[in-house]
């Protein structure tokens, strides 16, 4: 008897294991297509993405026109990387339903993941109209911002920040775009500061500058002129201040500022420093670190760490200064709470602080030698007209001058930034 081919036996066995691979049970089960797609939810929430894939096809095979499951699935692709794919799902779903809020607010993120700008901007201008989601407007400001649109993708965060002026991503792009912006502007303001110990005295400073944006950033030059009105004990005298500083974007994500001033004179520093470098972070917060440097005399050095956030039409904001002096070093630490008004450029904000900082309150070289202060600051930020900003600040603090001597002290500055076009 002959035996039976090798090639006849590996034909049947491969028929009886194709019928029993295709008797198997899929190790899911639901009852109606809601729950399948809760399923298939919950799948994608445990990372296992290959069986929210196969339910979401099962249940498209025997719903079609569940909408819902091929937008998900669409981003489950997008999850994966595999954008062709989940560009042709929401094709299809909106060649049978051109007016789906929800399919176009996918294509926009799909278009956000995969960082495809100029498909973005197309995408986003018919999902603004159909869903007026802020989120939308953000990413297209995104866009705008990646292709170079930056007055548009500046107009398109402030239409976000109107109405939400904590928005993290449309405040980082309206950012971002203003210091890439090509417009420059030109800035004057009045500072005026006032004790009346251990002797009388008022400073009067005027500022002036010129912020000019260049591809990756803003230099800022600007000359400090104050005056400090003479009395009975001394006459009156002035001092100029040379400083240049400038706005570096290194990333998406962070962007520095350095600087520096010389003086020749006795009353600012006779060299000055600073520099800061911020994160931004998930969910509105960013942190910053720097430093600040003064000499005239001898060497000052003050660090600072900042931790930011923004909640709603809030901004807050906490600082903390660590600095060296002749005898040790001390701490300072400084709260802003800003509110957001028209836009983001429209704001209040309240400033308390305990310490002596290098900023506060105007940059004066014997300001170094205080003890100790509590404080208070109220700014005012007000676009006036296309082209022009105001600024107003007004503060008081309560200084320890020497040792268990006091005074009042109050500082007042009015300014504004007038764009040229």
């Known amino acids: 008897m002959k035996s039976i081919p090798a090639y006849i036996f590996l034909i049947f066995f491969g028929c009886f294991f194709s019928l029993y691979l295709f008797s198997q049970e899929p190790d899911y089960y639901y009852e109606n297509p809601e729950e399948g797609f ?15 894939k196969n339910i979401g096809k099962d249940l498209l095979e025997e719903t079609p026109d569940y909408h819902d499951v091929s937008i998900y699935l669409a981003r489950i692709y997008g999850w994966e990387a ?5 560009y042709a799902i929401v094709d299809d779903v909106l060649g049978n339903n051109p007016e789906l809020p929800d399919a176009w607010m996918a294509y926009v993120d799909l278009c956000y993941w995969e960082n495809n700008w100029e498909k973005l901007k197309s995408i986003a201008e018919n999902a603004i109209a159909l869903t007026d989601s802020d989120d939308v407007r953000a990413k297209y400001a995104l866009a705008l911002y990646h292709t170079g649109e930056l007055q548009k993708a500046i107009l398109q965060a402030d239409s976000v920040l109107v109405r939400d002026a904590g928005h993290p991503l449309a405040g980082d792009v309206r950012q971002l775009s203003i210091l890439k912006t090509k417009e420059p502007e030109l800035f004057v303001h009045y500072s005026f500061d006032y004790f ?11 500022t002036a500058g010129l912020v000019y944006p260049f591809s990756f950033g803003k230099l800022i030059p600007y000359l400090n002129a104050g005056t400090i009105v003479g009395n009975e004990t001394f006459s009156a005298s002035s001092d100029l201040q040379f400083n240049i500083e400038s706005y570096l974007i290194i990333t998406e994500k962070n962007y520095m500022l350095a600087g520096y001033g010389i003086s020749p004179g006795k009353y600012f520093p006779s060299h000055r420093a600073i520099l800061d470098v ?11 670190a720097g430093a600040r440097y003064f000499y005239r005399d001898s060497h000052f050095v003050f660090w600072n760490v900042t931790l930011e956030k923004y909640l709603g039409h809030y901004w807050l904001s906490l600082k903390n200064y660590l600095f060296f002096k002749d005898y040790g070093f001390s701490s300072s630490h400084y709260f802003t709470v800003r509110r957001y008004l028209n836009s983001s450029v429209d704001y209040l904000s309240l400033t308390i602080g305990y310490g002596t900082a290098p900023d506060e309150p105007v940059m004066v070289i014997s300001d170094l030698d205080r003890l100790n202060a509590a404080s208070l600051r109220l700014d005012l930020s007000k676009q006036v007209h296309s082209s022009i900003r105001l600024n107003i600040s007004t ?19 009015i300014g504004s930034y007038f764009k040229l076009r």
């Open 38 to 52: 809760a399923v298939m939810r919950t799948a994608v929430s445990e990372g296992n993405f290959v069986r929210a």
């Open 82 to 86: 595999r954008f062709d794919s989940a």
């Open 196 to 206: 009346e110990r251990p002797y009388y005295r008022r400073w009067h400073m005027l």
């Open 278 to 288: 911020w994160q931004i972070l998930p969910a509105g917060f960013a942190v910053s």
């Open 395 to 413: 503060g008081y603090s309560y200084e320890e001058y020497v040792n268990n001597n006091f005074r009042n002290r109050f500082n007042f500055r």
